[in-house]
T-cell receptor
Framework: DGGITQSPKYLFRKEGQNVTLSCEQN?????MYWYRQDPGQGLRLIYY???????QKGDIAEGYSVSREKKESFPLTVTSAQKNPTAFYLC?????????????FGPGTRLTVL | DQQVKQNSPSLSVQEGRISILNCDYT??????FLWYKKYPAEGPTFLIS?????DKNEDGRFTVFLNKSAKHLSLHIVPSQPGDSAVYFC???????????FGKGTRLHILP
């Protein structure tokens, strides 16, 4: 039963603390992505990785960091430098470009910074 | 600079009628277009796609139309059902690129 898991579903943190969001996939996809969704803003790309040990900044990377040590895992750290961290975070994966491929999404993590 | 635009934030349609969601794009290099459906507090799910070599793709109740000269695509849902109430995102991808550019979404309400 392949898919993408994100944990936890809801996360609360105090202002000034770093927090790491988990994303795991067993679809054997090479590419993985992190998006942020805010009301009325659609999905905005934070970081993406096309292969292990490599990743690129998306449109809103400031205040975030990622790692890609394993093909299955792409954790996102929301640092204290992120000015408005409260949002719904979505992880996705896809097979690489070269064919027409859609991205598959996880269930999301809602982060609330108090 | 929004490359993928969904100009209608919301749309209400009677159950059983046709729902038409519209999307415009500005980058003529986009060659693959997708529609995603999203329920609150869940991840988007892929609905249907179309490549730029086609002008129509159909899957059950869902049909996507592409007008390249107008840089416009639309998603038709017929007949509309209560479970279709969700936010629909239009997305586009340039050639040989893993990234997808999403629109801001249109919230569809199916009325009983």
């Amino acid at each position: 039963d392949g898919g993408i898991t994100q944990s936890p579903k809801y996360l609360f943190r105090k202002e000034g603390q770093n927090v790491t969001l988990s994303c795991e996939q067993n679809l054997n996809h090479d590419a993985m992505y992190w998006y942020r969704q805010d009301p009325g803003q659609g999905l905005r790309l934070i970081y993406y990785s096309q292969i292990v040990n490599d990743f690129q900044k998306g449109d809103i990377a400031e205040g975030y960091s990622v790692s890609r040590e394993k093909k299955e895992s792409f954790p996102l750290t929301v640092t204290s430098a992120q000015k408005n961290p409260t949002a719904f975070y979505l992880c996705a994966s896809s097979i690489p470009a070269g064919a027409y491929n859609e991205q598959f999404f996880g269930p999301g993590t809602r982060l609330t910074v108090l | 600079d929004q490359q993928v635009k969904q100009n209608s934030p919301s749309l209400s349609v009677q159950e059983g009628r046709i729902s038409i969601l519209n999307c415009d794009y500005t980058n003529s290099m986009f060659d693959y277009f997708l529609w995603y459906k999203k329920y609150p507090a869940e991840g988007p799910t892929f609905l249907i796609s179309i490549s730029s070599i086609k002008d129509k793709n159909e899957d059950g109740r869902f049909t996507v139309f592409l007008n390249k000269s107008a840089k416009h695509l639309s998603l038709h849902i017929v007949p509309s059902q209560p479970g279709d109430s969700a936010v629909y995102f239009c997305a586009a991808s340039p050639p040989r690129d893993d990234k997808i550019i999403f629109g801001k979404g249109t919230r569809l309400h199916i009325l009983p």
